[in-house]
């Protein structure tokens, strides 16, 4: 029986909901706070550069695909996509690491850190993918409501796994310090330090070194253009600016919500915003979770974003640039154990013009910095300026080429803007970490506890952080909704 569904929000997870609420025939409202669709994925162009605001990284081409195909459509329906040779760059003070886009190249660059750690590699990400095929078939496509959806064959073969960290395991393979940062390094789209991550997440491994990374021509807010075409080939109406002020309840019933003072009524209603702030969004006897619940959760860091116009090309770069020329360990703990602003951060660039000519001017270069900072923490003017000047000149440092006088377009983003933007927790960029204690079932849930009709969905619940999960929570809220009507 077809229902009526409104659904808060129109990032990746609500676009997906959507789209498979809409093919099950319901009639499905998106509402949207913000002047354009995508949650955090948005778009900023200004003077012939073109900046994804948020998501960078294409990982997982197979969870798309999958998205995809479940409508008998594909990705190359949408965008035109292109693996990226090599996939990134590590700086350190004394040296680069190049991945390469292939398991040989990989293993030639390990083997020039440290010999026979090839062998040893390719093992690993051996048993990594064999993780990512548990991962994928058995344990994210589980709506996170029972512990026995964790017990499966393959699992309890593996249980040693979920009580070892992915620290130790590297570090019982590799001894190289920066061969240890590489193979960590993927656990950070997690949410998570390392030591506080299963090793059986070390499916990111071969997420990474085995399926490859990609760039669709245009940038990643291509995806959020396919996802709304999509939603609205299948009779999906989508409202921005129209922020939700309430969800209203009778009964102990979601009977619909409140936007720009007016009534709007539904069978069924799905938030893809902010979980917390979601629930704010009732009245608190309708509110599953407390302020010290949120609080005592570990979430996945914030961040100081810069998006950069140059007015030349750069040297010495690829597509995706880390720079893991300081502590590691320290700036995590800076991040986790006694949040405060980082006294020497790891930080991230991406260049998509490197790969693709769209995304800036000719003969100019679109860069994106960012700096993994705690949630929560004080964002001013000032700090933005200091920490800018403090990664610029390393940047200058470690790639050998003078580009501060260089830049045309400067714009930042950090924890502030993540709470106006995105009504964020803290202002956090990326949801609730995936530690072992905030894993499937013990994640907030799909569905509330406390009144009917009412679901959620998105990088607070499950399967967890990320663009991928995100595509997969709307696929298992929208199951979810089926079984309960």
């Not at 760039?215 to 922020?243: D, F, Q, W």
């Not at 009504?423 to 970490?433: P, R």
């Not at 967890?464 to 997969?472: D, E, F, K, N, S």
Request: net charge neutral; charged share 25%; proline share 5%.
């Amino acid at each position: 029986m077809s229902k009526k569904i409104i659904i808060i929000g129109s990032g990746f997870s609500a676009l997906s909901a959507s789209c498979y609420l809409a093919k099950e025939g319901h009639e499905v409202a998106i509402y949207e706070k913000n002047d354009t669709v995508g949650g955090r994925a948005r778009q900023l162009v200004r003077d012939g550069f073109t900046f994804d605001i948020g998501p960078s990284w294409y990982w997982m081409p197979d969870i798309f695909d999958k998205f995809f195909k479940d409508f008998n459509k594909k990705t190359s329906d949408y965008y035109q996509l292109d693996k990226l040779s090599p996939a990134y760059k590590i700086f350190f003070s004394d040296d680069v690491i190049t991945i390469g886009d292939q398991m040989d190249k990989i293993c030639e660059e390990f083997e020039r850190i440290e010999k026979g750690s090839s062998v040893r590699l390719r093992k690993f990400i051996k048993t990594a993918q064999e993780n990512y095929d548990i991962a994928i078939n058995k344990i994210v496509l589980r709506p996170g409501l029972s512990p026995f959806e964790l017990v499966t064959k393959e699992t309890v073969l593996r249980v040693d796994q979920f009580f070892k960290t992915i620290s130790q395991q590297v570090r019982k393979d590799f001894k190289n310090p920066k061969l240890v940062s590489t193979l960590e390094f993927p656990v950070l789209f997690l949410g998570a330090k390392p030591s506080k991550t299963p090793s059986f997440y070390n499916f990111m491994n071969f997420a990474d070194f085995g399926l490859g990374t990609w760039h669709p021509k245009g940038g990643m807010y291509e995806i959020i253009k396919a996802m709304r075409s999509l939603a609205e080939e299948l009779g999906v109406k989508i409202h921005t600016n129209s922020p939700v002020e309430k969800i209203i309840v009778s009964n102990k019933k979601a009977t619909g919500i409140r936007v720009n003072g007016k009534e709007m009524q539904a069978d069924v209603i799905l938030s893809g915003a902010d979980y917390h702030h979601s629930e704010t969004l009732l009245d608190k006897e309708h509110r599953q979770y407390s302020e010290n619940y949120w609080e005592s959760k570990t979430f996945a860091p914030s961040s100081l974003l810069f998006y950069v116009g140059f007015d030349k090309k750069l040297k010495n770069i690829e597509h995706h640039n880390l720079f893991f020329d300081t502590n590691f360990e320290k700036h995590a703990e800076e991040i986790y154990d006694t949040p405060k602003w980082p006294s020497d951060p790891l930080f991230y660039v991406n260049f998509p013009s490197v790969t693709d000519t769209s995304m800036a001017p000719e003969g100019c270069e679109t860069g994106f910095f960012l700096v993994p900072i705690a949630p929560g923490l004080e964002d001013t003017p000032e700090l933005r300026a200091q920490y800018f000047e403090l990664i610029i000149k390393r940047f200058e440092k470690r790639t050998g080429e003078k580009v501060e006088k260089n830049i045309i377009f400067q714009e930042s983003f950090c924890v502030n803007d993540f709470k106006e933007a995105y009504n964020s927790y803290k202002g956090n960029a990326y949801g609730m970490a995936n530690t072992l204690l905030q894993t499937a079932f013990l994640r907030p849930k799909l569905k509330s506890k406390k009144v009917e009709n009412l679901f959620f969905t998105g990088q607070l619940t499950v399967p967890g952080p990320g663009v991928p999960p995100a595509l997969i929570s709307g696929k298992l809220v929208s199951e979810l909704i089926a079984m309960n009507n």
